[in-house]
């Protein structure tokens, strides 16, 4: 039986530019409120705007270190939140590996999207297996999750980050909605 993709290369290409004009949209407005802000509980599940950040690194490595075999992050789930105890060192390491995630969608392969992964879950303590395609969709989904707690904090802070909706972004970057679209008629593909 012939597997039927729910993302493509191109829809994994949009997500990865999503996700670093998001996160420098957010790491801007953070960065304009000083550590103490930053640092301070607010009730989110990582605590802080700082430690959510942190753990939504973290997460992003964790992940990539699975896909593409990036070093793997230190720690685990819990400790995520300090994995940056430094902000520009966590605002650069994001702005880094953000590219990272950006040149690593751009050579993600159909082959490649409908195998399966399997790996040991720290979360859940057990060998876990799970298609490659929804494995990708829920690092695209974790952040997106992170970001809106990031979004809200800076928010209920006074800071006023960017738009979050996705239809805008074409607006803010230089991405093609069409690509896609036109690839697929370049193969001969029903779009």
Not at 67 to 81: L, M, N, Y
Not at 90 to 114: C, K, M, Q, T, Y
Request: net charge negative; glycine share 8%; with cysteine.
């Amino acid at each position: 039986m012939k597997a039927c993709l729910m993302i493509s290369s191109h829809h994994i290409q949009t997500m990865a530019r999503y996700n670093q004009w998001q996160n420098r949209s957010l790491l801007r407005q953070a960065d304009a409120l000083g550590d103490v802000e930053r640092r301070k509980a607010r009730g989110a599940f990582f605590s802080s705007i700082h430690g959510t950040l942190s753990h939504l690194l973290w997460g992003d490595k964790i992940w990539m270190h699975r896909f593409a075999q990036s070093p793997k992050p230190e720690g685990g789930i819990k400790d995520s939140p300090h994995l940056f105890p430094d902000w520009d060192a966590l605002a650069a390491e994001r702005e880094a590996f953000d590219a990272v995630i950006a040149d690593w969608s751009a050579h993600v392969s159909p082959g490649w999207l409908s195998g399966d992964m399997s790996w040991h879950s720290g979360a859940l303590g057990r060998q876990v297996s799970k298609p490659i395609w929804f494995l990708v969709t829920h690092m695209f989904n974790h952040q997106t999750h992170h970001r809106g707690q990031v979004h809200c904090m800076l928010t209920a802070a006074g800071a006023k980050p960017e738009d979050t909706d996705m239809i805008f972004m074409d607006l803010h970057t230089d991405l093609d909605l069409h690509a896609d679209v036109r690839a697929q008629a370049d193969l001969g593909r029903p779009g």
